[in-house]
């Protein structure tokens, strides 16, 4: 069993937890296919550091940041709320990341997040907590 790491107000697990979670969201990228230069913006990092998203496509850890770290949760969580929104329709599920959307003014939630960063992930994190009511 792993180890937690203590930051102030989150706990960041070992190191080989934050491998597997690497692999899942760059996984989960690839379900949204989305280009190298997104998949940056949603991790925080920047679109030229394409060796760090090779590098945790091959599982190496998510670092110990906490902002990249609570990125992955909420893009996670964000990928929870589609599956069980859009449970028989999972192509859908796929391209609502993508998609053009009349609650954030015609922007895609992706383009949201590129636009807002940080701000951009809660609000869409958000809007698809409160369509499940959570």
Not at 47 to 71: C, F, H, M, P, V
Not at 104 to 120: I, K
Request: hydrophobic share 40%; proline share 3%; charged share 25%.
């Amino acid at each position: 069993m792993s180890t937690l790491l203590r930051h102030p107000e989150t706990h960041i697990p070992a190191s080989e937890d934050r491998g597997a979670l690497a692999k899942m969201v760059m996984t989960l990228m690839d379900h949204w296919q989305l280009s190298t230069e997104d998949q940056a913006a949603l991790l925080g990092i920047a679109a030229s550091n394409r060796a760090t998203l090779t590098r945790y496509r091959k599982g190496e850890a998510i670092g110990t940041n906490r902002d990249q770290y609570e990125r992955v949760g909420h893009l996670l969580g964000i990928h929870k709320n589609l599956r069980l929104l859009f449970p028989q329709n999972r192509e859908l599920a796929y391209c609502w990341m993508t998609t053009r959307n009349r609650a954030f003014d015609n922007l895609s939630p992706v383009q949201v997040v590129r636009e807002w960063g940080f701000t951009g992930l809660l609000m869409v994190r958000s809007y698809l907590d409160r369509a499940r009511g959570v």
